[in-house]
């Protein structure tokens, strides 16, 4: 429990969008930043156990400050931020195909949400016990290393298919496109001799 306390002032202590703006509403109101960021999450949690729209409120949650973050890291000169967020965005899109196959099933249990957006918050939180950092060095990176080679195989294949299959279209297109304009042309100078033809010089009178 202590060390649960420790981490949660620690990340208090941090400089980022939350922090800041509950280091605004303690000026502004006196209370304690540490009562405040308590009662916004135990108000989080009930609208996500209760409240409407909170499948909109988990995606906020787990992609807009992401999205900010990442847009900050790409713009600092350190690449150790750009790391981070990547190892956030590369466990979100697993999670988020995980979920496609799961969601009708699980979107059922009055937990769900509130379990998704902290799990979410647990991905992006700072510090050695980020939760994106751990799974992606304990399961993700593993596997990749494992079988990146044959996937890479299988991509390179497909890139190739793909490529001939593209040529094969386009020069059918351009073969068809080619025979219709040698069958329009002799109509369009079939359908122009008569013109020539239509002014008769006349006969004196």
Same mark, same amino acid.
């Given at each position: 429990?202590?060390?649960?306390?420790?981490?949660?002032?620690?990340?208090?202590?941090?400089? %980022?969008?939350?922090?800041?703006?509950?280091?605004?509403?303690?000026?502004?109101?006196?209370?304690?930043?540490?009562?405040?960021?308590? !009662?916004?999450?135990?108000?989080?949690?009930?609208?996500?156990?209760?409240?409407?729209?909170?499948?909109?409120?988990? %995606?906020? @949650?787990?992609?807009?400050?992401?999205?900010?973050?990442? @847009?900050?890291?790409?713009?600092?000169?350190?690449?150790?931020?750009? =790391?981070?967020?990547? =190892?956030?965005?590369?466990?979100?899109?697993? /999670?988020?195909?995980a979920?496609?196959?799961?969601?009708?099933?699980?979107?059922?249990f009055p937990?769900?949400?509130?379990? #998704?957006?902290?799990?979410?918050?647990?991905?992006?939180?700072? !510090?050695?016990? %980020?939760? &994106?950092?751990m799974?992606?060095?304990?399961?993700?990176?593993?596997? /990749?290393?494992?079988?990146?080679? &044959?996937?890479?195989?299988v991509?390179?294949?497909?890139?190739?298919?793909?490529?001939?299959?593209?040529?094969? @279209? =386009?020069?059918?297109?351009?073969? =068809?496109?080619?025979?219709?304009?040698?069958?329009?042309?002799?109509? &369009?100078?079939?359908?122009?001799?008569?013109?020539?033809?239509?002014?008769?010089?006349?006969?004196? #009178?």
């Open positions: 429990m202590d060390g649960l306390r420790q981490r949660f002032e620690h990340f208090l202590e941090q400089r %980022n969008l939350a922090t800041e703006a509950l280091r605004a509403l303690e000026a502004k109101t006196g209370v304690d930043k540490r009562y405040l960021a308590t !009662g916004a999450a135990t108000l989080l949690s009930l609208y996500l156990l209760f409240g409407f729209g909170a499948s909109l409120l988990c %995606n906020v @949650i787990g992609f807009v400050y992401p999205a900010y973050a990442s @847009i900050k890291a790409i713009e600092s000169p350190s690449k150790e931020d750009d =790391t981070v967020w990547l =190892t956030y965005w590369v466990v979100y899109g697993l /999670f988020g195909l979920e496609f196959f799961s969601d009708l099933l699980l979107s059922w937990f769900y949400y509130a379990g #998704k957006c902290a799990f979410l918050l647990f991905c992006m939180v700072p !510090g050695p016990w %980020n939760g &994106a950092h799974l992606y060095h304990r399961a993700i990176r593993p596997l /990749f290393l494992k079988h990146h080679e &044959a996937v890479d195989s991509v390179r294949d497909l890139g190739g298919r793909a490529l001939d299959v593209a040529v094969g @279209i =386009t020069r059918d297109v351009l073969q =068809t496109l080619a025979r219709g304009r040698a069958l329009v042309t002799p109509a &369009a100078a079939l359908g122009a001799e008569p013109r020539a033809s239509v002014t008769q010089p006349q006969k004196d #009178k």
